[in-house]
């Protein structure tokens, strides 16, 4: 993935509400947490972010997403399922 042109002022979840965030800011989160850009690198944060992406119509979050989940483990997936659904839970 080379996402290297990303801002490095992008702050992850700063500001970020389930019902008014687009799927693009989403995406951008993912990629920041995929890459460590204004975030340290974590990929099960990035799967979150990328699976709340898609849910708003991202289709590049799903290629993301698909190549997060080939470097994670099924519990670190299902740990970014459970905690995307916690930060959508939350954000209502």
């Known amino acids: 993935m ?3 042109d990303m801002s490095a ?3 992850p979840e ?6 008014t965030a687009t799927g693009q800011e989403l995406y951008r989160v993912g990629l920041a947490y995929s890459e460590g850009v ?10 979150k972010w ?3 992406a ?9 290629i993301c997403r698909s190549e997060i989940a080939d470097l ?3 519990d ?8 995307a659904r916690a930060w959508l839970k939350l954000a209502n």
């Open 2 to 4: 080379a996402y290297s």
């Open 9 to 11: 002022e992008i702050a």
């Open 14 to 19: 700063f500001g970020l509400v389930a019902d």
């Open 38 to 47: 204004g975030a340290d690198q974590d990929l099960i944060e990035a799967h």
């Open 50 to 52: 990328f699976n709340l």
């Open 54 to 62: 898609v849910m708003k119509g991202s289709d590049e979050a799903k």
């Open 72 to 74: 994670l483990a099924k």
């Open 76 to 83: 670190d997936i299902k740990s970014a399922l459970v905690a």
